[in-house]
């Protein structure tokens, strides 16, 4: 099962994300709870402390190769074993949700 919940800033988004991930995870189920917010604050509501939560580490863009075709359109590929990425940057949080954050925006570019 995939949930996804996008909609309007301060609507409830992330609250509603962490407390399901943690209900399923309480049932039983294995949660992997992604962070995709430029500005992410999941774990924070999935009950990890400050500290942990500021020592994570947030997906790397070169786990992707991005090509252009030549029609002009991109394709992007997984470069590494899904499971293997979940081990070594996934976190675990309370009730067994592991959580990965692949949002961060790591700084300011020309624009
Ligand atoms: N059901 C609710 N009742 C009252 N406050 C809520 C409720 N759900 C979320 N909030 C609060 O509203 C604010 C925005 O929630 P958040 O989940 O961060 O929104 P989003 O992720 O959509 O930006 C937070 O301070 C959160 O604690
Ligand atoms: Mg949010």
Redesign the pocket.
């Known amino acids: 099962m995939r949930v996804a ?1 996008a ?12 407390t399901l991930a943690r209900l399923l995870a309480q049932s039983g189920r294995q949660v992997v709870a992604v962070d995709a ?1 430029t500005n992410p ?1 999941l774990a924070t ?1 999935l009950g990890l402390q400050p500290d942990r939560a500021k020592e994570i580490v947030s997906l790397p863009r070169t786990l992707l190769k991005r090509e252009q075709q030549p029609d002009g359109s991109m394709t992007s590929t997984f470069l590494r074993d899904p499971l293997q990425v979940l081990d070594e940057y996934g976190t675990q949080a309370p009730d067994g949700v592991r959580l990965v954050v692949m949002g961060a925006v790591g700084h300011g570019g020309a624009g």
């Open positions: 919940i909609g309007k800033g301060g609507s409830g988004k992330t609250t509603i994300s962490g917010d604050n509501t």
